[in-house]
């Protein structure tokens, strides 16, 4: 005879009072959050605040670490839990939506950034930066530039001749070692990274993040907000956890070579960042009596939800947060093996502590 399990299926909450200890949620994550993506915006443009381009350096790493964690174990694997829910039926039982979705929102974003660069939605960059990149900054001023033979002082040259054939240098393009094949490897043409094109490109991936882990913080207030037993724990894990994620998009949106024109917007893509999830609180709070997290519609919302802002943080993460700082950044490329380990390594601690907090949230 073949043992069956009976699963209760309960559509309601668990609020179960603590209404102070809930309003106070609001104040300190919201605290958390503006000072996680505004300190970092603050910092690089107020001239006050002088902060050594080192932290600069490794917050904006450790946030790139801290995003890419967010979207597998924060993002993926609750839509996950939602999607596959035993007590779900109808269709969306028939397929592993969570990965269908995440994988539909890869290519979607895909293909944002490339009509973004192919169009250049964002303008021109035209040289009408306003401020420098303090981490761009700090890893040209740890290259190591071979001296140059016979050149006039004011030309640094990078380069070494040698039997009338340069030699290997990282990011020529006769170079086949970094990476692969060299400047051309599949297709990364020796102008992807001309200022016009990197500023779109830049510009996507912020915007695309920006909307990623708003979305994630809006069902992350909502469910706090009417959450049960557990809700002391998980009040302390989102103080660290929309901390270290604002830290990430702060440190993006601090560290971009904003237009003079546009020198608002990270302000503003900050404080909206930091104002979500303490107004989704305060939503959830009100609407306490009718808010049903556990029905199947809303399991399925936000479940959806998840996995679309899942796809759009592995998009982000992968592509402009790795590869494109890592691999195709030519300061990075240029960069001593110290800063190299070191930028990775700080990327593996925001990885890293970001996943101790999903044992938790």
């Known amino acids: 005879m073949t043992p069956t399990v009976e699963v209760e299926c309960d559509s309601g909450n668990d609020y179960d009072g603590r209404m102070g200890l809930r309003i106070s949620s609001i104040f300190v994550i919201g605290l958390g959050s503006m000072l996680g993506a505004l300190l970092p915006v603050a910092a690089a443009r107020t001239r006050r ?19 890419i964690t967010t979207a597998f174990i924060h993002l993926l694997s609750p839509a996950n839990e939602a999607l596959n829910n035993p007590c779900n039926t109808g269709s969306i039982t028939d397929y592993d939506w969570a990965q269908g979705i995440a994988l539909m929102t890869v290519f979607v974003m895909f293909f944002i950034e490339l009509m973004a660069a192919r169009f250049d939605l964002f303008g021109r960059q035209a040289q009408d930066v306003e401020a420098s990149t303090p981490a761009k900054d700090l890893v040209q001023n740890n290259e190591k530039s071979p001296p140059s033979k016979g050149n006039d002082s004011s030309e640094p040259s ?47 991936g912020l915007f695309i993040l ?29 103080v660290f956890h929309q901390t270290f994620e604002g830290l990430g998009l702060g440190s993006r949106l601090a560290t971009a070579a904003w237009p003079k024109a546009k020198w608002a917007w990270p302000w503003v893509l900050g404080a909206a960042y930091g104002l979500t999830t303490p107004i989704a609180i305060a939503v959830g709070l009100g609407v306490r009596q009718t ?22 943080l592995i998009y982000t993460g992968l592509v402009e947060l790795m590869a494109h700082e890592f691999m195709f950044n030519p300061e990075m490329r240029k960069a001593s093996m110290k800063m190299l380990l070191l930028a990775y390594l700080c990327m593996c601690v925001g990885a890293g502590l970001m996943a101790l907090l999903g044992k938790w949230a």
């Not at 605040?49 to 995003?67: D, Y």
């Not at 990364?188 to 001309?194: C, F």
């Not at 909307?211 to 894990?237: C, D, K, N, P, R």
């Open 291 to 312: 808010l049903e997290p556990n029905s199947e519609t809303t399991r399925v919302v936000n479940g959806v939800f998840d996995a679309i802002s899942a796809g759009i």
């Open 210 to 238: 920006e909307f990623g882990v708003i979305f994630h913080s809006v069902f992350i207030g909502l469910t706090l907000a009417v959450t049960g037993e557990e809700f002391v724990v998980l009040y302390i894990v989102l």
């Open 158 to 204: 990078d380069s070494i001749t040698a039997g009338g054939r340069e030699s290997s240098i990282p990011g020529r393009q006769d170079d086949f070692t970094y990476p692969p094949g060299g400047e051309d490897h599949l297709g990364h043409q020796r102008e992807h990274m001309t200022d016009d094109e990197h500023f779109a490109a830049q510009m996507t």
């Open 49 to 67: 605040m002088r902060v050594p381009k080192l932290a600069f350096f490794i917050t904006k790493h450790f946030g790139s670490g801290v995003i």
